[in-house]
């Protein structure tokens, strides 16, 4: 079989391989483009987080390319997690402008402007 993506992006997930039968409602392809690029931390402190405003900008050290980026603040999850035995929460954070290069899964600092 063929498939089309209905956007231009890279191919990042293939989960079928040959042979395999696809499922129903699973995910076989991921595509991704430079648009859906953003920053979700995970260890926002519970102590930190209400001081963290939707729409707040950010500064951004993307660290495998040493470079310093600005952003806004997307979401805030609602739903706090654990992390180490800390309260912690996702924020979800869009670059203003993602230098050439930038990768998922890159490791990142943010500062809370």
């Known amino acids: 079989s063929r498939l089309i993506s209905p956007i231009d992006g890279v191919v990042a997930v293939v989960n079928p ?8 409602g699973q995910p076989q392809v991921v595509v991704l483009t430079q648009e ?3 920053v ?5 402190s519970e ?12 500064s ?9 980026v ?7 999850s609602p739903l706090a ?3 180490g035995g800390d309260v912690v929460y996702r924020v979800f954070i869009q670059i203003d402008n ?3 290069g930038a990768l998922p899964g890159m490791s990142v600092v943010v500062i809370f402007k």
């Open 36 to 38: 859906q690029l953003h």
């Open 60 to 68: 951004v050290t993307i660290k495998a390319l040493n470079e310093l």
């Open 70 to 76: 600005t952003g806004k603040v997307t979401a805030i």
């Open 98 to 100: 993602l230098p050439e």
């Open 17 to 24: 391989s040959m042979g395999d039968y696809a499922l129903p």
């Open 40 to 44: 979700e931390t995970t260890d926002l």
């Open 81 to 83: 997690e654990t992390l």
């Open 47 to 58: 102590r930190d987080v209400p001081a963290v405003q939707v729409g707040q900008e950010v």
